[in-house]
């Protein structure tokens, strides 16, 4: 270990310097350990940062790399102790997250590459969900999976039992790649230019088994969009693949199936992942990342967490600068990929995006075979249907399971013959293959149910809308409800047609930020602001008004989106403020 940070007032000799070069780079920490210039010694720099300026868990991350958590986290099994003070921080790179107050014990988030799994994988979580946690696992908005509830005495078996299925938790929180997420129907999809889930798992495995590419600066999503039908809001991640057919041009491209590169997408800092003018070949995506990864990490911010995004090494020193150094570390790798800069009006236009192409029943590019779209209540599944569920793909599909950030997940390679029985069996396990236009794109984040920071109970609240709303209302087109519990925006509240922050009221009640119009893809762009903080008793009336005034006041055809967006923030508080607070007053 590094041991005390060395202020630049203890100076090494040149023999503690040789050894202290020699010890982190067996460590593979990628600090520097500046060389003295002209034999007078350095101060103790991490990637240009003098040690004494970076924050705490900069600090934490040096002193003990993330990896080497295997016998700390035993002790805290045989003491049955959870994690305390940074170690908390630590035990994320684990993917175990002491998540109290909020609720008890550990909650193990996933990583599911690709967003694919296999159906006895499915089955084998559930019996870790009955076995380890509280019988339970929720489907998250990066397309992975959760536990809650594991005690500390189950910590390592929680860890252990995974493996045992093929599955890991390892660098799904902290400053990690993130669950890489891909496009939900790759490989079946009747619309999708190309297939980009094998890089999507490369990709995986290469950063699962490369110690240097973890305790990064900061969390860092990557997705790849076969350009299908369902979207994987890939415009949200900090780089994002958008496969395109790159058509004949005059810039001396070859035409055929690309990848577009998008950078910097974080939309809680109100940024979507911007093209960066350059395509590369499917194939060289892995080597990009990987370059593009080793870029970030010698630039990114590593003294304010608020600034440690990729986006801020972006907005610091632009696309070009960056690009050019990624260039230099492919070449430095002794990779073949190339950064081809083309105009994006060479792309042919993106196929349209189903809305409910995550939920029922929907034919697959081989003949003969469906993909059949599960609705789960907001991503939850009990010990039952994840048996259920992994057992029905394996008995009518191929054993192929598809989680979505739409915290639901698809059974593909179902023969047409046994779709009505694979129904049955899925309808008898208590989940509906139907949903209203407003249960199939509600999402929510954990919120007050076990999440510290939430101001909000999300989950419950979305329900309850939902229902009110379904009650009321039949539409043509779904409304996307996207409910997030705090700024930290883990379901994205910016993209949602009608967004909702968690807030309290001045008397402390639990209220939501109302946010109208965001979207992502074809309909990219942030949700205005229209009230708040709005009592979340109260949400119900507010939302019953805007959505029964759009349908009256709509032209034909025309979605909420659309509507929402050809007026101004004003004209829509005077169209559904006005009238909420006369009933409110009614009343
Ligand atoms: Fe927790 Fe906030 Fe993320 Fe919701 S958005 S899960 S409240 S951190």
Not at 29 to 54: C, K, M, R, W
Not at 160 to 176: F, K, P, Q, V
Not at 342 to 359: C, K, M, T, V, Y
């Amino acid at each position: 270990m590094c041991g005390t940070p060395n202020t630049q007032s203890e100076a090494f000799t040149p023999e503690q310097q040789a050894y202290l070069d020699a010890f982190v780079a067996s460590l593979d920490l990628q600090a520097t350990f500046a060389s003295p210039p002209t034999g007078e010694p350095q101060p103790v720099t991490i990637h240009g940062t003098p040690y004494e300026d970076l924050c705490k868990e900069e600090v934490a991350k040096h002193e003990r790399h993330p990896w080497d958590f295997h016998a700390v986290m035993r002790d805290h099994v045989q003491q049955g102790k959870m994690p305390e003070g940074t170690d908390v921080f630590m035990f994320k790179h684990q993917g175990m997250f002491n998540v109290a107050p909020a609720m008890p014990g550990f909650m193990c988030r996933l990583r599911i590459p690709g967003c694919k799994m296999r159906g006895d994988q499915l089955r084998g979580l559930g019996d870790m969900a009955r076995d380890l946690a509280g019988g339970y696992a929720h489907v998250t908005t990066r397309g992975n999976l959760q536990l809650r509830e594991i005690p500390a005495e189950h910590l390592l078996n929680t860890l252990t039992g995974l493996a045992s299925i093929g599955l890991t938790s390892r660098g799904s929180g902290a400053d990690s790649v993130r669950n890489i997420t891909a496009s939900p129907t790759a490989g079946f999809d009747p619309l999708e230019l190309t297939n980009l889930l094998p890089y999507a798992i490369e990709l995986h495995h290469y950063i699962l088994q490369s110690r240097d590419l973890h305790g990064i600066p900061r969390k860092f999503n990557i997705s790849f969009d076969n350009g299908g039908s369902i979207s994987c809001v890939s415009d949200t991640n900090d780089i994002a693949y958008l496969a395109t057919e790159v058509q004949p041009n005059d810039e001396d491209v070859d035409p055929g199936v690309y990848c577009r590169v998008l950078l910097g997408g974080i939309t809680g800092h109100k940024d979507f992942a911007r093209d960066t003018g350059v395509v590369v070949k499917p194939e060289h995506t892995v080597d990009v990342s990987v370059a593009m990864l080793h870029v970030f990490i010698e630039h990114g911010d590593r003294t304010n967490r608020k600034k440690a995004r990729l986006k801020y090494v972006l907005d610091k020193h632009g696309f070009d600068w960056y690009l050019d150094r990624t260039a230099e570390k492919l070449e430095d790798m002794g990779s073949d990929a190339k950064l081809i800069r083309l105009s994006p009006e060479h792309d042919a236009p993106r196929q349209p995006i189903d809305r409910r192409g995550h939920i029922g029943v929907h034919p697959q590019k081989q003949d003969g075979m469906k993909y059949i779209g599960v609705a789960l209540p907001l991503g939850k599944l009990t010990v039952e249907q994840l048996h259920g569920l992994g057992d029905i793909a394996a008995e009518y599909g191929s054993n192929d399971i598809r989680l979505t950030v739409w915290q639901n997940l698809l059974i593909p390679d179902v023969p047409e013959d046994k779709v009505d029985d694979a129904l049955a069996a899925i309808h008898a396990l208590g989940i509906a293959t139907s949903a209203s236009s407003f249960a199939a794109g509600a999402v929510a984040c954990t919120g007050r149910f076990g999440c510290k920071f939430a101001s909000a109970h999300t989950k419950e609240h979305a329900g309850l809308l939902v229902e009110h709303l379904q009650q009321k209302f039949e539409l043509d087109a779904p409304i996307n409800i996207h409910l997030t519990g705090c700024s930290h925006s883990c379901a994205q509240h910016y993209i949602g047609d009608i967004g909702l922050l968690g807030a309290s009221t001045a008397d402390g009640r639990e209220a939501y930020q109302v946010y109208l119009g965001g979207g992502s893809d074809h309909d990219q762009g942030l949700a205005q602001h229209l009230a708040g903080p709005i009592a979340a008793d109260e949400l119900p009336l507010l939302l019953e008004i805007v959505v029964g005034r759009y349908l009256d006041e709509r032209v034909p055809d025309e979605t909420f989106l659309q509507f929402t967006r050809r007026h101004t923030p004003e004209q829509l508080a005077e169209l559904f403020l006005k009238p909420a607070s006369e009933l409110v007053e009614m009343a």
